[in-house]
């Protein structure tokens, strides 16, 4: 962990995003930071001033004056980071935050690295480790629901479910190390079915957060979704019109570029990401005939719905059954989709086209389009998203999830086969060891914490 950021150093970036803007912010962390900044404004010392005020003055290199700024002064430890922390407003010219950062590095500052103020603050033990994940989340977040998940965890919410259950299992350990100690004189303090109930009980609850990864993906990645179909099924009208009141807000920051991505949409706060449509459609003369065949059937294979859109005027309900029985024998989740419904009165067609979940619309009168936009969202989330409970939307800690169930089997059968407590400890310690990596309560990898701390904008 040591060598990841030098402690003596005094860092500086800009934090604001690059281009013009009415304010731009740059932001010092580390024992030298009021220094830096105090060289380079001459109205007042602000050594001498109070933590959390603000300061107007000049900033000024020898006589060249680089601009006039709000300094705000946010004293260790009460800072981001836990070290001295100074925040210059400047006007927003990328010329003079330029020459302010390269006036502060001629004072002695270094460039910061990609997340090496929240870095600082997970050194300095200002957050642990999901936490500081969580801030990267933020700053990516998108939609409501990629808000409130990162919210949660940044305010310490899995944290603190990920405590409670470290906490059960070093009581568990304390007992079982007990009776070790006393393991001469064959005694057996730790009352086993109390154990075993609670590790049955710690079993259920990081099941449970094992299992809300698939929607926290979905909340953090999107939902891929391939608009397939025969030409002039009214795929591109479709899309318009799917896109017409809401296209959503993609960000682009480092690490959360997704892949390339052509159109999205935002139902109910969660993020739909319609994939390379367009090479679908170009590869798709005769859906039933290419289907089982070539890229179609690769992109549609990306997608984690495809919506299979028909035309009720040119589609006969053989030729509908026969799609359909491609998209199950394929095993993809699939939405049936009539389109130009207007044409034709919707009594029929339901007697028409047998299926539990064929949606029937018109693209063109984009009528029942919400209704397609709602089966969607039930698909991908199956109900509302309860941003109280914890969801896992981190691959990482999915992973270390993954093992830490392992060992709690691992424990469980152990006391099945009334292994002695020796052996019991070690499953107990190494199931601690997992939950502690989450938090990162134990050291770290080196390796770890610079992709975690990569993944975020300089600054930050
Ligand atoms: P694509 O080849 O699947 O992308 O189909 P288009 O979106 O280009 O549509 C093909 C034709 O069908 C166009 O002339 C559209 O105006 C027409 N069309 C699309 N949606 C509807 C609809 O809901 N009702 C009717 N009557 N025509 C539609």
């Given at each position: 962990?040591?060598?990841?950021?030098?402690?003596?150093?005094?860092?500086?970036?800009?934090?604001?995003?690059?281009?013009?803007?009415?304010?731009?912010?740059?932001?010092?962390?580390?024992?030298?930071?009021?220094?830096?900044?105090?060289?380079?404004?001459?109205?007042?010392?602000?050594?001498?001033?109070?933590?959390?005020?603000?300061?107007?003055?000049?900033?000024?290199?020898?006589?060249?004056?680089?601009?006039?700024?709000?300094?705000?002064?946010?004293?260790?430890?009460?800072?981001?980071?836990?070290?001295?922390?100074?925040?210059?407003?400047?006007?927003?010219?990328?010329?003079?935050?330029?020459?302010?950062?390269?006036?502060?590095?001629?004072?002695?500052?270094?460039?910061?690295?990609?997340?090496?103020?929240?870095?600082?603050?997970?050194?300095?033990?200002?957050?642990?480790?999901?936490?500081?994940?969580?801030?990267?989340?933020?700053?990516?977040?998108?939609?409501?629901?990629?808000?409130?998940?990162?919210?949660?965890?940044?305010?310490?919410?899995?944290?603190?479910?990920?405590?409670?259950?470290?906490?059960?299992?070093?009581?568990?350990?304390?007992?079982?190390?007990?009776?070790?100690?006393?393991?001469?004189?064959?005694?057996?303090?730790?009352?086993?079915?109390?154990?075993?109930?609670?590790?049955?009980?710690?079993?259920?609850?990081?099941?449970?957060?094992?299992?809300?990864?698939k929607l926290g993906n979905v909340i953090k990645n999107g939902v891929?979704?391939?608009?397939?179909?025969?030409?002039?099924?009214?795929?591109?009208?479709?899309?318009?019109?799917?896109?017409?009141?809401?296209?959503?807000?993609?960000?682009?920051?480092?690490?959360?570029?997704?892949?390339?991505?052509?159109?999205?949409?935002?139902?109910?706060?969660v993020?739909?990401?319609?994939?390379?449509?367009?090479?679908?459609?170009?590869?798709?003369?005769?859906?039933?005939?290419?289907?089982?065949?070539?890229?179609?059937?690769?992109?549609?294979?990306?997608?984690n719905?495809?919506?299979?859109?028909?035309?009720?005027?040119?589609?006969?309900?053989?030729?509908?059954?026969?799609?359909?029985?491609?998209?199950?024998?394929?095993?993809?989740?699939?939405?049936?989709?009539?389109?130009?419904?207007?044409?034709?009165?919707?009594?029929?067609?339901?007697?028409?086209?047998?299926?539990?979940?064929?949606?029937?619309?018109?693209?063109?009168?984009?009528?029942?389009?919400?209704?397609?936009?709602?089966?969607?969202?039930?698909?991908a989330v199956?109900?509302?998203?309860?941003?109280?409970?914890?969801?896992?939307?981190?691959?990482?800690?999915?992973?270390?999830?993954?093992?830490?169930?392992?060992?709690?089997?691992?424990?469980?059968?152990?006391?099945?086969?009334?292994?002695?407590?020796?052996?019991?400890?070690?499953?107990?310690?190494?199931?601690?060891?997992?939950?502690?990596?989450?938090?990162?309560?134990?050291?770290?990898?080196?390796?770890?914490?610079?992709?975690?701390?990569?993944?975020?904008?300089?600054?930050?």
């Open positions: 962990m040591k060598g990841l950021t030098k402690w003596t150093d005094t860092i500086v970036a800009i934090a604001t995003p690059p281009g013009l803007g009415a304010l731009g912010i740059i932001r010092l962390s580390g024992s030298e930071a009021v220094g830096v900044v105090n060289a380079l404004f001459p109205s007042k010392d602000l050594a001498k001033q109070a933590s959390h005020t603000l300061h107007v003055g000049f900033l000024q290199e020898g006589e060249t004056v680089l601009d006039e700024v709000v300094v705000s002064l946010y004293k260790a430890p009460r800072s981001y980071t836990g070290e001295d922390i100074v925040e210059i407003s400047c006007h927003g010219s990328p010329y003079i935050l330029q020459q302010v950062v390269h006036a502060c590095i001629q004072q002695g500052a270094r460039l910061a690295t990609q997340g090496e103020f929240t870095q600082r603050a997970f050194l300095n033990n200002k957050m642990d480790l999901a936490q500081a994940e969580a801030v990267a989340d933020l700053i990516a977040a998108d939609t409501e629901a990629m808000k409130q998940t990162a919210m949660r965890q940044l305010r310490g919410g899995f944290s603190h479910d990920l405590d409670n259950l470290r906490e059960q299992l070093i009581n568990f350990a304390a007992l079982i190390e007990l009776e070790l100690d006393f393991s001469q004189e064959d005694v057996e303090f730790a009352d086993r079915t109390a154990l075993q109930e609670l590790i049955t009980s710690l079993k259920a609850k990081i099941s449970e957060l094992v299992s809300s990864f891929s979704v391939a608009i397939i179909g025969k030409p002039n099924a009214g795929k591109s009208t479709l899309l318009n019109a799917l896109l017409n009141e809401e296209r959503a807000i993609v960000s682009d920051i480092a690490g959360t570029t997704r892949d390339t991505i052509e159109e999205t949409l935002n139902i109910n706060g993020l739909f990401r319609l994939i390379d449509t367009a090479g679908i459609r170009e590869h798709t003369t005769d859906v039933i005939e290419q289907i089982g065949v070539g890229r179609s059937l690769a992109k549609m294979r990306e997608a719905v495809v919506v299979y859109l028909f035309d009720v005027q040119d589609t006969d309900t053989h030729a509908f059954q026969q799609q359909i029985g491609l998209l199950e024998k394929d095993g993809l989740i699939y939405l049936p989709v009539g389109n130009k419904a207007d044409s034709k009165p919707l009594a029929s067609l339901q007697k028409e086209y047998v299926h539990d979940d064929i949606i029937f619309l018109s693209a063109k009168d984009k009528t029942n389009i919400q209704q397609l936009k709602q089966a969607l969202y039930d698909i199956g109900g509302t998203i309860n941003t109280e409970s914890t969801i896992v939307t981190n691959a990482r800690h999915h992973a270390a999830l993954l093992k830490i169930h392992e060992s709690l089997q691992d424990i469980d059968a152990g006391m099945q086969e009334n292994l002695t407590s020796d052996l019991l400890v070690l499953d107990i310690r190494r199931c601690l060891h997992y939950l502690s990596e989450i938090t990162g309560r134990i050291e770290v990898d080196r390796d770890i914490l610079g992709t975690i701390f990569g993944k975020f904008c300089i600054g930050k």
